[in-house]
């Protein structure tokens, strides 16, 4: 009965047969005739039985040659997706051969059509023996497919972002959105302190892109990031809030970076180098502690700031860097991001019948829009150490100078200048298997502007001097991964110290402290508690996350008004559902 046989397997499996003939046959050539078996000799002209052994061995060799051949020919074309350009057929064995063999049929195989082979009486090869002569090569494995990623030319464009949707409800009403503005929460015994508030918004969504390159010897990083949360006083179509939601463009981040060797400059808008990091000298936001918080104003005390700048780091190793960076100052008086201001003095309390700024345009009272004249950059230096993965510790400076002419000296816009600056100690440690403590710590003369805002750097005097307000904060708090989810709690506090004088007509207070009735901030506290569970993760696609957070926030006035409470406080709660954009970074050598 003749089968039909598909595949290479079959093929191997004939072949397989023939190879175990060849040994038997040659063994009876080479042994020597038993005296007690089978005549071994013929003559009947033919030659004599072992002649003919030979020849049938030197047929069966052909065939097994011209099998081999064929068996090649076809792992050829399947390896190229096409069928040879003609079938092979074996030589053919002698009559003696034939005569002497076991019958011969014939396989059908649907790329070589019609060969022939020994029958499958034979005894074929042990399977062990088999698959090392013929080993079957495995189907071929899909290729992984990588994170979204864009190439062109030698550069690798990433996109980052995520959507956001965000539900905040808070028991007072600060009217700032989505975004806690720590030191104007209002008092209980106010309108807003009786009203409670509950709101959705998308406006954390961010979008942008990184880009990665080689050129030459040097690493290139380029890196965007954008979100909604821009101004929204004057939506550009109305409406805001009542039908369309406009929420306004904003840029958070745009900075180009180039390492070569040990260096690293970077120039462009990015997080402050005075901001804590997680690890080493970096811009990028995951190296960046700015908290796991979903206020998008994160958690009181921290220090930080996205500010214009250049920024030249040297990395000794892994394990230490040295970073000094110049970036964009502000002569700030306080009054910004609901942080308390100072009082000024008469000389400058109104506003410039020009320019409609205090002090024509010279200080930030929270509401310049990055008019007000600043005397030189901000200068900061950082020295971070990394020992481990496990550990990092970091100490960072900077230094703020300030100057500003009188409108009203005798002659006239005498100048004054006073240079301040602030220091951080920041550290965070891993004390078990994703389980780690942190703190953040920051205390300085003339520095409350990256604290959030929520301190002045200086007071103007009545005889317009400057002098420094003091001030200090710290986020202290653990992180822990469990599973999915990664567990939060931190403690965020802003301390504010008083600066007072009296202003030219010797009686009226100035400054800064119990000067006027809950206006002005001694402390500002805050305790977060938070969860974000990673619900499901795919390379090709995305993640998606669920996040909860509780907070409480307190503050307290230099001077409480008799009869009012001691303190504004409100309890917040949190729940944010955020779709994370794929993409991975390529390595480029790391």
């Given at each position: 009965?003749?089968?039909?046989?598909?595949?290479?397997?079959?093929?191997a499996?004939v072949?397989?047969?023939?190879?175990?003939?060849?040994?038997?046959?040659?063994?009876?050539d080479?042994?020597p005739?038993?005296a007690?078996?089978p005549a071994?000799?013929?003559?009947?002209?033919?030659?004599?039985?072992?002649?003919?052994l030979?020849?049938?061995l030197?047929?069966?060799?052909?065939q097994?040659?011209?099998?081999?051949?064929?068996?090649?020919?076809?792992?050829?074309?399947?390896?190229?997706?096409?069928a040879?350009?003609?079938?092979?057929?074996?030589?053919?064995?002698?009559?003696?051969a034939?005569a002497?063999?076991?019958?011969?049929?014939?396989?059908?195989?649907?790329?070589?059509?019609?060969?022939?082979?020994a029958?499958?009486?034979?005894?074929?090869?042990?399977?062990?023996a088999a698959?090392?002569?013929?080993?079957?090569?495995?189907?071929?494995?899909a290729t992984p497919?990588?994170?979204?990623?864009?190439?062109?030319?030698?550069?690798?464009?990433?996109p980052?972002g995520?959507?956001?949707?965000?539900?905040?409800?808070?028991?007072?009403?600060?009217?700032?959105?989505?975004?806690?503005?720590?030191?104007?929460?209002?008092?209980?015994n106010?309108?807003?302190?009786?009203?409670?508030?509950?709101?959705?918004?998308?406006?954390n969504?961010?979008?942008?892109?990184?880009?990665?390159?080689?050129?030459?010897?040097?690493?290139v990083?380029?890196?965007?990031?954008?979100d909604?949360l821009?101004?929204?006083?004057?939506p550009?179509n109305?409406?805001?809030?009542?039908s369309?939601?406009?929420?306004?463009?904003r840029?958070?981040?745009?900075?180009?970076?180039?390492?070569?060797?040990k260096?690293?400059?970077l120039?462009?808008?990015?997080?402050?180098l005075?901001?804590?990091?997680?690890?080493?000298?970096?811009?990028?936001?995951?190296?960046?502690?700015?908290?796991?918080?979903?206020?998008?104003n994160y958690?009181?005390?921290?220090?930080?700031?996205?500010?214009?700048?250049?920024?030249?780091?040297?990395?000794?190793s892994?394990?230490a860097?040295?970073?000094?960076?110049?970036e964009?100052?502000?002569?700030?008086?306080?009054g910004?991001?609901g942080?308390?201001?100072?009082?000024?003095?008469?000389?400058?309390?109104?506003?410039?019948a020009?320019s409609?700024?205090?002090?024509?345009g010279?200080?930030?009272?929270?509401?310049?829009?990055?008019?007000?004249?600043?005397?030189?950059?901000?200068?900061i230096?950082?020295l971070?150490?990394?020992?481990?993965?496990r550990?990092?510790?970091?100490?960072?400076g900077?230094?703020?100078?300030?100057?500003?002419?009188?409108?009203?000296?005798?002659?006239?816009?005498?100048?004054?200048?006073?240079?301040?600056?602030a220091?951080?100690?920041?550290?965070?440690?891993?004390?078990?298997k994703g389980?780690?403590?942190?703190?953040?710590?920051?205390?300085?003369?003339?520095?409350?502007?990256?604290?959030f805002?929520?301190?002045p750097?200086?007071?103007?005097?009545?005889?317009?001097?400057?002098?420094?307000?003091?001030?200090g904060?710290?986020?202290?708090?653990?992180?822990?991964t469990?599973?999915?989810?990664?567990?939060?709690g931190?403690?965020?506090g802003?301390?504010?110290?008083?600066n007072?004088?009296l202003d030219?007509?010797?009686?009226?207070?100035?400054g800064?402290?119990?000067?006027?009735?809950?206006?002005q901030?001694?402390?500002i506290q805050?305790?977060?508690f938070?969860?974000?569970?990673?619900?499901?993760?795919?390379?090709?696609?995305?993640?998606?996350?669920l996040?909860?957070?509780?907070?409480?926030?307190?503050?307290?006035?230099?001077?409480?008004?008799?009869?009012?409470p001691?303190?504004?406080?409100?309890?917040?709660?949190f729940?944010?559902?955020?779709y994370?954009?794929?993409?991975?970074?390529?390595?480029?050598?790391r």
């Amino acid at each position: 009965m003749i089968k039909k046989l598909p595949g290479d397997r079959q093929l191997a499996a004939v072949l397989g047969c023939i190879l175990a003939l060849c040994p038997a046959m040659k063994a009876a050539d080479e042994s020597p005739a038993d005296a007690s078996g089978p005549a071994s000799v013929s003559t009947n002209g033919t030659g004599s039985e072992t002649e003919q052994l030979k020849r049938m061995l030197v047929d069966q060799q052909r065939q097994i040659d011209e099998l081999r051949r064929m068996l090649l020919q076809q792992g050829k074309a399947s390896d190229t997706g096409s069928a040879p350009s003609a079938a092979i057929a074996p030589a053919p064995a002698s009559p003696a051969a034939s005569a002497n063999l076991a019958p011969v049929v014939t396989i059908a195989h649907p790329n070589l059509g019609e060969v022939a082979s020994a029958s499958p009486v034979l005894p074929p090869l042990p399977p062990a023996a088999a698959a090392r002569a013929f080993p079957v090569m495995p189907p071929p494995q899909a290729t992984p497919e990588s994170p979204l990623q864009l190439k062109i030319g030698n550069a690798y464009i990433t996109p980052v972002g995520f959507m956001d949707m965000t539900s905040i409800t808070r028991s007072t009403n600060p009217g700032t959105g989505i975004g806690t503005n720590f030191g104007s929460i209002p008092y209980g015994n106010t309108q807003a302190g009786a009203l409670t508030e509950s709101r959705l918004s998308p406006q954390n969504s961010r979008i942008g892109a990184r880009i990665d390159a080689l050129v030459g010897n040097m690493k290139v990083i380029g890196y965007w990031e954008s979100d909604f949360l821009g101004q929204t006083g004057a939506p550009p179509n109305g409406g805001l809030a009542v039908s369309s939601n406009p929420y306004v463009f904003r840029l958070r981040l745009y900075w180009v970076d180039v390492t070569r060797g040990k260096f690293e400059f970077l120039a462009g808008q990015s997080w402050s180098l005075l901001t804590p990091g997680r690890k080493g000298i970096s811009p990028l936001p995951g190296d960046i502690f700015y908290s796991l918080d979903i206020d998008v104003n994160y958690q009181a005390g921290l220090v930080w700031a996205r500010n214009p700048g250049f920024r030249g780091v040297y990395h000794f190793s892994d394990k230490a860097a040295l970073g000094f960076a110049l970036e964009n100052s502000e002569p700030y008086v306080g009054g910004g991001n609901g942080g308390s201001g100072v009082t000024l003095p008469a000389l400058v309390g109104a506003a410039n019948a020009t320019s409609g700024a205090v002090l024509g345009g010279q200080i930030n009272n929270g509401a310049s829009v990055i008019s007000a004249a600043a005397l030189a950059p901000d200068v900061i230096a950082k020295l971070a150490f990394d020992p481990s993965s496990r550990f990092h510790l970091e100490f960072a400076g900077v230094e703020i100078a300030n100057k500003i002419a009188n409108p009203t000296s005798i002659p006239s816009f005498q100048t004054n200048t006073k240079v301040g600056g602030a220091g951080a100690v920041n550290l965070s440690f891993e004390i078990a298997k994703g389980f780690r403590i942190l703190t953040n710590n920051y205390w300085g003369a003339g520095g409350g502007r990256y604290i959030f805002g929520q301190a002045p750097d200086f007071i103007i005097r009545g005889d317009g001097s400057l002098s420094l307000v003091h001030s200090g904060s710290t986020v202290s708090g653990f992180e822990l991964t469990a599973g999915r989810t990664l567990y939060y709690g931190y403690y965020g506090g802003v301390f504010i110290a008083k600066n007072m004088a009296l202003d030219a007509n010797g009686t009226t207070k100035i400054g800064y402290g119990p000067i006027s009735s809950d206006g002005q901030n001694r402390a500002i506290q805050e305790i977060t508690f938070g969860t974000n569970t990673t619900l499901v993760r795919d390379a090709k696609w995305g993640a998606l996350n669920l996040m909860f957070q509780y907070s409480y926030l307190q503050r307290n006035p230099w001077l409480v008004a008799a009869g009012a409470p001691s303190n504004a406080h409100v309890d917040m709660g949190f729940v944010n559902f955020r779709y994370t954009l794929p993409g991975a970074a390529p390595t480029l050598g790391r």
